[in-house]
């Protein structure tokens, strides 16, 4: 089991920056590949990034890419996602999501994950 709790988000205007952090629970943090996903209201939920159990691997929705940044501190038990260049558009609560590290399916699809944090509202106003 594995526990994952996100924060940082708020209220931030157009072309501000915010840093998200999601931190996880238990021994083998490092054996997770990790993702961040959103949903804002009346859509459905998306995929944002995505960072493999090692780091060496990222993956960003067309969307984001350029303007976020995802990371992770495998000492920390934490992953963070740097969003800069924010647009109303970015509007959402953004979850952080584990998955095993040999899981399959792909990294952009949310069905591939196993464990999801509570989620953080990110506001953007124009």
């Known amino acids: 089991q594995v526990q994952l709790v996100e924060s940082g988000g708020g209220l931030v205007q157009a072309g501000g920056s915010l840093r998200l952090s999601c931190a996880a629970s238990g021994r083998t943090f490092s054996s997770y590949a990790m993702g961040w996903f959103r949903q804002a209201p009346g859509k459905e939920r998306e995929f944002v990034a995505a960072i493999t159990w090692s780091g060496g691997s990222t993956y960003y929705a067309d969307s984001v890419k350029g303007r976020f940044t995802i990371s992770r501190d495998n000492a920390k038990n934490t992953v963070y996602l740097q969003m800069n260049g924010l647009k109303p558009e970015d509007t959402a609560v953004y979850y952080c999501?584990?998955?095993?590290?040999?899981?399959?399916?792909?990294?952009?699809?949310?069905?591939?994950?196993?464990?999801w944090g509570q989620g953080t509202q990110v506001t953007v106003s124009s």
């Open positions: 999501a584990s998955r095993q590290r040999y899981r399959g399916g792909s990294y952009y699809t949310g069905a591939s994950y196993d464990y």
